[in-house]
Nanobody
């Protein structure tokens, strides 16, 4: 059984930065693809960024490159999402998700089988 737990969300002013964490536990090992998604109120879930656990391949959602950066700490089995220059339109629940490593890295939420519970990010003007 694999568990993903996000943390680091909060209420911030526009222009601020936040770093979200996603801690993986259970039998996830060290080779799963990890993606970040977000869902704003009344909108569909949106892809932000994903990478292979080894970090050799990173893909971004539309308009996400530049302000969002994904990274990982192997020792802590943790993936981070660094978010800079946050704007009110970035307000959403942010989720991390896991995809089996022998599959192609993906932007589609249906391709991810492990999900965290989400962490709320609220940006005010």
């Amino acid at each position: 059984q694999v568990q993903l737990v996000e943390s680091g969300g909060g209420l911030v002013q526009a222009g601020s930065s936040l770093r979200l964490s996603c801690v993986a536990s259970g039998s996830i090992g060290d080779t799963y693809h990890i993606g970040w998604f977000r869902q704003a109120p009344g909108k569909e879930r949106e892809f932000v960024v994903a990478f292979t656990w080894g970090g050799r391949n990173t893909i971004y959602g539309d308009s996400m490159m530049g302000r969002f950066t994904i990274s990982r700490d192997y020792a802590k089995n943790t993936v981070y999402l660094q978010m800079n220059s946050l704007q009110p339109e970035d307000t959403a629940v942010y989720y991390c998700a896991g995809r089996k490593p022998w599959l192609v890295i993906s932007r589609r939420q249906d391709d991810y089988i492990y999900w965290g519970q989400g962490t709320q990010v609220t940006v005010y003007a």
